[in-house]
């Protein structure tokens, strides 16, 4: 590869959000109304979607952004993203998982631009090296552009983290195309350690590359069942009728996610791996380890936190509130709306449970 | 004295409730644009101020009612007491204590009701034995009805309590008119046991009973610089002067209690000692000793508060909210408006200094 600052090819260049996420892990900041992807969850003024876009902004035009999200969230993107022409806000009827969603923005895609060169990417990750990213995806973007060829984006592993899926390259390399080998299924710790000291073992962002000649050849053989429900989508696409013939022909489009459907089955599937301070920020303490702490450890977003005889809590206050605290050790404290959240960081799995 | 159920001369009984306070220690619930008086604090439905009337609601007719307030809380006043001739509640330029508060409204119903017989009450403090305390005021106000005296209603002390002041009693008698020997400031631990074991002292619950003639001979000997002002005041008494004169006048009232001022000097104070299961409410944790507790000692209040291995906790919830607290133990956490507090029931004196 040779070196790749920005992306000659802009013009032929598409980024879809994936953004139907619940993430119901950051209750009760997250909730299925406003979910986390619609919210500012580091307190930095911009929204992860809006954080999504903005890292984006180098490699393509903002008439080349699509956003794949639920029909309640079309207004949250439209408010947040105005610059997104109002026909790249593509609304499923339901959730079915990734494939049919890279499927639906993939079929839309190429009736627009048979050209187009894709970045797909969630709307709720936060990537601290933009400028690295950049770089990363515009490398992957030029590999694509003429390649019959899947990127995945891998992330330097910085600890034998046993919540993520991994991708095993064939070279231990960075910032370089390299073929993958294998996807690797969340594993245990041993194994987790065993990987981060292998240095072949990327983490799976969820963010993918590919021409969209590639994807649709791709979803064709090995989801045929969705390639199919998209083929008589068609030619509704970029009509009146395309809502209405979305909404009888979406539900029945077999639900699983790109990974299952296409990424462990393809040979054609290649990673370039990069320390990008990467998080997927789904879980409170994975957020909490990209905050700024004071000296006693405690991370506090809201306008007016007042923490007396804290130690390594995060304290998180929607709005303009008045807060609080004394005396807790390892607790996160949430508030948005009308839910209040208090639990020790050690017991952040359970949240799901707590507020269902 | 002879047995009395209720009071036969209700037409001339008034209650003079005593709504000026901020309640500071119980924040975040009481601030000073809704003070603990106006809250519904034990969550049963009822404001504090509410509970108030409804405990007088034997003794006195509805339009013998008069509240003595700040400005600023007039129409919280008029909200929540809506059967209150709007004449009778009175407004307070600024706070100068009890005296002054007490003499305005005294010399008001002079002006009504040269017969009246009164009992002055804080609005914020709780009595749980209703029907004991309805007895009791009964009681005194058939005492003071042709007496010139002052009643005094005493607590029977159920525990050696520093924040209250005693009241000590020539006799240890419950149920009947006793002459007051002294009043005592809020007693250290060694003395507030003695107290307790001695039988003859009663914690001072601010409620008073006498004749008008009485408080305002009183308030002319002991207060005569206030008694001056209301004389002044007088002419504009029920007028549409009455308003503009008061804010003239009664900011140079002497600022003193009723109990230094008049209490601690006058020969001819009685009290009447009953267990009547009197809080002042002053703190979170007297408000948390006055209510149902679940068997790990946790009291909540609120329309969705969900514990998960905690004790001994006290959780508060205004309004609509979903409230999730878990792993604490020994905590208040309230929250009201655009408020929350999460402190260590035992740091509670400190709230104040947090708040501010």
């Given at each position: ?30 909730t ?22 903005d ?28 610059d997104?022409?109002?026909d ?8 079915r998982?990734t ?12 009736r627009?631009?048979?050209?187009a ?11 601290l090296k ?15 552009e ?7 984006v ?23 195309l ?44 090995y ?7 998209m083929?008589q ?9 395309e ?5 009888r022909l ?14 462990e ?11 990008l ?15 700024e ?34 005396g ?12 209040l ?11 799901k449970?707590?507020s269902?």
């Amino acid at each position: 590869m040779s070196g790749f600052f920005l992306n000659p090819e802009r013009m032929n260049t598409h980024v879809v959000i994936m953004a139907g996420g619940i993430g119901s892990r950051l209750w009760p900041l997250s909730t299925p109304d406003v979910p986390k992807q619609f919210i500012d969850v580091l307190g930095v003024g911009r929204t992860l979607i809006q954080l999504t876009t903005d890292r984006f902004g180098p490699l393509c035009a903002p008439e080349n952004f699509w956003v794949v999200t639920g029909e309640k969230y079309v207004n949250l993107v439209k408010e947040q993203l105005p610059d997104i022409p109002a026909d790249q806000i593509l609304a499923e009827p339901e959730g079915r998982n990734t494939a049919p969603c890279i499927a639906y923005a993939s079929w839309k895609i190429a009736r627009k631009d048979p050209e187009a060169n894709i970045v797909v990417t969630p709307a709720d990750a936060l990537v601290l090296k933009t400028a690295d990213f950049a770089v990363t995806i515009a490398k992957a973007l030029a590999f694509t552009e003429e390649r019959d060829a899947i990127v995945t984006v891998g992330i330097t592993p910085s600890r034998p983290e046993t919540g993520y899926g991994y991708i095993n390259a064939a070279e231990a390399l960075h910032g370089q195309l390299v073929k993958v080998s294998e996807f690797k299924e969340k594993p245990d710790l041993d194994t987790a350690i065993r990987y981060l000291e292998d240095g072949r073992y990327f983490w799976n962002a969820g963010i993918f590359v590919w021409n969209v000649r590639t994807i649709v050849n791709e979803l064709r053989s090995y989801t045929p069942q969705i390639a199919e429900i998209m083929d008589q989508l068609t030619p509704s696409l970029f009509t009146e009728n395309e809502t209405t013939e979305l909404r009888r022909l979406f539900p029945s489009c077999e639900k699983i996610s790109i990974d299952y459907a296409v990424m462990e089955k393809s040979p054609r599937i290649y990673v370039i791996a990069e320390d990008l301070g990467w998080s997927d920020l789904g879980s409170w303490g994975s957020v909490l380890t990209r905050m700024e702490t004071d000296p006693d450890g405690n991370a506090v977003v809201g306008s007016d936190v007042r923490l007396f005889g804290c130690r390594d809590c995060f304290v998180h206050s929607a709005g303009e509130k008045t807060v609080v605290v004394e005396g807790l050790d390892g607790y996160i404290v949430a508030e948005s709306g009308n839910r209040l959240l208090i639990c020790r960081l050690s017991q952040e799995q359970h949240i799901k449970e707590y507020s269902a």
